[in-house]
């Protein structure tokens, strides 16, 4: 493995979730810009870096399925959308074709780094949480003392700019502290109260199935399980109550039980291949305009459940064979680090109630494919 991709993997797990655009203030758009920037360089060294034949001796069979679904997303997205909407940019979210098709290519990456610097990687990614959990502690204080900070209805965004990716993100950084420091008291606890502090209830959910994964790995190691398990699953439980108060009402259109019963619609009226990558935002200003809701001035680009998401952009065929790849890389993934399962039962939680961000998608490729190096 190039010296340089390792550098290039370990700037990206560092600072994808740390860095925004400050003037004028961007989180999501200066991510996937990021994101584009180290695949381009991603890229440059696959093509000249190796040969045809040594390039397709990469690919796995579970990286093919993946490039398989990504070949429908980009059918599903050649038959609704116009170029490059869907194709190279589109959306809030910017989730195009292209950056699935680049995001494989990371996974593939990242599966051949040497032992070495996939311990280095965890670390960086370690360094990258612990961060992020002190700037929510401390804009938390901030709003507390009423300081003029950005914030979302008084509730801290990080530098992922609002508060329910923030929490999704603490989801999937849990097992890589409790990896890193080879104990769970300490990570889980700082990364409990910053989820608290988000007041984001499918953030709490998230982290009660992993509390309970946690638990039940780690039965037969720890002689103080039962006190920890308690404990743990009692604040969870007060968190969960205070949660609901934390979070704040939703609006005419957030309304979670209309967006999927309105994207299920949209579903049933293209099953076989879906609307294309972000085309969720036609499909959603359609079935609006059918109940007399205007939504004038409102974009919904996400269902608020990643398998509906996937459905709407790829059709039931692209839901399928997404599926096959995540539960067939999953029980891939579980045989060498169990520790991970922890982490996908909370994302798999988090992902059935709230929309995935680009630093979602890349922790998710980074814990998935790591144990195959």
């Known amino acids: ?51 045809i034949k040594n390039f397709e001796a990469r690919f796995q069979k579970l990286d093919k399925i993946w490039f398989l679904w990504v070949g429908i997303l980009f059918l599903s997205t050649l038959i609704n959308q116009k170029f490059p909407f869907g194709f190279l940019a589109g959306g809030y979210r910017h989730q195009s074709v292209i950056f699935f098709f680049v995001l494989g290519l990371f996974m593939m990456t990242v599966e051949k780094l040497k032992t ?16 992020e959990i002190l700037v929510v502690y401390g804009q938390w204080l901030a709003l507390k003392l009423n300081l003029p900070i950005l914030s979302y209805n008084q509730r801290p965004i990080g530098t992922l700019g609002e508060p329910n990716g923030l929490a999704g993100f603490f989801i999937l950084g849990l097992p890589i502290l409790t990896t ?30 992993e509390l309970l994964v946690f638990g039940y790995l780690w039965k037969k190691k720890m002689s103080f399980r039962k006190v920890f398990l308690s404990t743990s699953l009692i604040l969870v439980l007060v968190i ?12 005419l259109y957030e309304d979670r039980w209309l967006i999927w019963n309105l994207g299920i619609k949209a579903v049933q009226e293209k099953p076989i291949l879906g609307y294309g990558a972000e085309g969720i935002i036609k499909a959603y200003d359609k079935q609006y305009q059918q109940i007399d809701r205007s939504l004038f ?46 982490s996908l039962m909370g994302f798999f939680v988090f992902s059935f109630f709230q929309p995935i961000g680009v630093t979602h998608w890349f922790y998710l490729v980074l814990l998935i494919s790591l144990p195959n190096s």
Do not use: C
Not at 30 to 46: E, I, N, P, S, T
């Open 180 to 209: 890193i420091f080879q104990s769970p008291l300490i990570p889980t606890f700082a990364i409990i109260l910053a989820i608290f502090l988000t007041g984001s209830k499918a953030g709490i959910l998230a982290v009660m199935a």
């Open 1 to 51: 493995m190039s010296r340089f991709i390792s550098l290039l993997i370990k700037f990206l797990v560092f600072f994808l979730p740390l860095f925004f655009w400050p003037l004028p203030l961007k989180f999501e758009l200066a991510k996937v810009g990021l994101f584009f920037g180290a695949g381009f360089l991603l890229v440059f060294w696959l093509l000249t870096g190796f040969s």
């Open 297 to 342: 001035g409102v974009v919904i680009g996400r269902s608020h459940n990643l398998f509906l998401d996937i459905s709407l952009f790829s059709g039931l065929i692209g839901l399928g064979v997404f599926s096959f790849w995540f539960w067939k890389r999953s029980q891939k993934v579980i045989k060498k680090e169990n520790w991970i399962l922890a």
């Open 240 to 251: 969960g109550v205070l949660g609901v108060y934390l979070e704040k009402g939703e609006s």
């Open 116 to 131: 070495k610097d996939r311990k280095t990687v965890l670390k960086w990614a370690a360094i990258a949480i612990i961060i």
